[in-house]
């Protein structure tokens, strides 16, 4: 543990270096309101403070700047997300009262609102869709032999299926069809649902309206009984903000490459949530091309159940105070939104 004045000249020296991107002198944190010390005394306690492991000297001549055990220092000191500005919270107000439509553009919209709030690059993993339940069924007639399934999902998703009963089948049988698939699939989840099958005492195979909307019915188990793979849902924002904030070119590519891997991202999104962090930086990442980058994480949480995650990628130089309030309040925000529907 660090003494007060010790922590209080490293958090000068991080704020500095957060808002400069040029290594810091003694002189220079000195000056800072909250450190009232002489510069002699602020030269020694950096020394010591490089000692320990907490800042680095690039250059013999230049000031220091924070090594990610003193960045982890910082961040720990920061007691949790701090809260947003006036504008923000009301940009993030707007943005959830207007926000409609199905739950890919809501989630590829969050993430250019978590963009411009911090300046980073966002990344927003969507609920999997196995683990979630069905709330509605609507069958819709398109054609003769076309018939349109949409599921409405508890997460927020929309499945669409399209389906064919075969000949003979009228709107009134489709409609009937409906009714009966939602009281047999609503409440279940989507695996669940996949295996119903009718009761055979209820089955007609014969010819009339009953026939006709059994084989609607089983039409649309059997397609729901097919392989649907669903990936996980990936939405990311921001990326030229994000490299925007690099100055080696070699870095962002070998960054955008990362986020370009749906896999890689839900992976490292997951691993810092599951260590209980909400702030991974550097080498916490688990990936030694983002060494110099930091994730800032957090879960969002649909009808009391976690259903995805959001955060925000930058540099270690991230503005994290920010970044935590924004992933916070964006993530609670969103996963109220989803609950509602």
């Given at each position: 543990?660090?003494?007060?004045?010790?922590?209080?000249?490293?958090?000068?020296?991080?704020?500095?270096?957060?808002?400069?991107?040029?290594?810091?002198?003694?002189?220079?944190?000195?000056?800072?309101?909250?450190?009232?010390?002489?510069?002699?005394?602020?030269?020694?306690?950096?020394?010591?403070?490089?000692?320990?492991?907490?800042?680095?000297?690039?250059?013999?001549?230049?000031?220091?700047?924070?090594?990610?055990?003193?960045?982890?220092?910082?961040?720990?000191?920061?007691?949790?997300?701090?809260?947003?500005?006036?504008?923000?919270?009301?940009?993030?107000?707007?943005?959830?009262?207007?926000?409609?439509?199905?739950?890919?553009?809501?989630?590829?919209?969050?993430?250019?609102?978590?963009?411009?709030?911090?300046?980073?690059?966002?990344?927003?993993?969507?609920?999997?869709?196995?683990?979630?339940?069905?709330?509605?069924?609507?069958?819709?007639?398109?054609?003769?032999?076309?018939?349109?399934?949409?599921?409405?999902?508890?997460?927020?998703?929309?499945?669409?299926?399209?389906?064919?009963?075969?000949?003979?089948?009228?709107?009134?049988?489709?409609?009937?069809?409906?009714?009966?698939?939602?009281?047999?699939?609503?409440?279940?989840?989507?695996?669940?649902?996949?295996?119903?099958?009718?009761?055979?005492?209820?089955?007609?195979?014969?010819?009339?309206?009953?026939?006709?909307?059994?084989?609607?019915?089983?039409?649309?188990?059997?397609?729901?009984?097919?392989?649907?793979?669903?990936?996980?849902?990936?939405?990311?924002?921001?990326?030229?903000?994000?490299?925007?904030?690099?100055?080696?070119?070699?870095?962002?590519?070998?960054?955008?490459?990362?986020?370009?891997?749906?896999?890689?991202?839900?992976?490292?999104?997951?691993?810092v949530l599951?260590?209980?962090?909400s702030v991974?930086?550097?080498?916490?990442?688990?990936?030694?091309?983002?060494?110099?980058?930091?994730?800032?994480?957090?879960?969002?949480?649909?009808?009391?159940?976690?259903?995805?995650?959001?955060?925000?990628?930058?540099?270690?130089?991230?503005?994290?105070?920010?970044?935590?309030?924004?992933?916070?309040?964006?993530?609670?925000?969103?996963?109220?939104?989803?609950?509602e529907g």
């Amino acid at each position: 543990m660090l003494d007060d004045r010790k922590a209080t000249v490293l958090r000068a020296v991080v704020t500095e270096y957060i808002e400069t991107a040029q290594p810091v002198g003694s002189s220079h944190v000195a000056q800072a309101p909250e450190v009232n010390v002489s510069s002699a005394t602020v030269r020694n306690d950096m020394a010591a403070l490089e000692a320990e492991g907490y800042l680095a000297q690039p250059h013999t001549s230049a000031g220091r700047v924070p090594t990610e055990k003193g960045y982890r220092f910082f961040v720990d000191q920061l007691g949790g997300p701090g809260r947003l500005g006036v504008n923000e919270s009301q940009q993030v107000r707007s943005f959830f009262s207007r926000t409609h439509g199905e739950l890919e553009e809501m989630l590829s919209d969050t993430t250019r609102l978590l963009s411009q709030l911090t300046r980073y690059a966002a990344v927003v993993v969507g609920p999997p869709h196995e683990v979630a339940t069905i709330k509605s069924v609507q069958l819709v007639s398109l054609a003769p032999r076309v018939v349109l399934a949409v599921l409405v999902l508890s997460n927020g998703a929309i499945e669409k299926h399209t389906i064919d009963p075969g000949d003979g089948v009228d709107e009134l049988s489709v409609g009937a069809a409906s009714v009966r698939l939602g009281s047999m699939l609503v409440g279940h989840s989507l695996a669940a649902a996949a295996s119903l099958d009718l009761d055979p005492a209820g089955r007609d195979d014969g010819a009339g309206p009953a026939a006709g909307v059994d084989r609607v019915v089983r039409a649309a188990l059997a397609e729901l009984r097919g392989e649907h793979r669903h990936d996980d849902q990936v939405f990311i924002g921001g990326t030229s903000d994000m490299a925007a904030a690099f100055d080696a070119v070699g870095t962002v590519s070998e960054i955008l490459r990362i986020l370009e891997q749906q896999l890689v991202v839900v992976s490292l999104l997951e691993d810092v949530l599951e260590r209980g962090l909400s702030v991974a930086i550097g080498t916490e990442t688990g990936n030694e091309a983002l060494a110099d980058c930091s994730l800032v994480v957090a879960p969002y949480v649909v009808d009391g159940e976690t259903a995805g995650s959001i955060g925000v990628l930058g540099p270690t130089r991230m503005h994290y105070s920010q970044a935590l309030a924004a992933v916070a309040v964006v993530s609670h925000r969103l996963g109220r939104r989803l609950s509602e529907g």
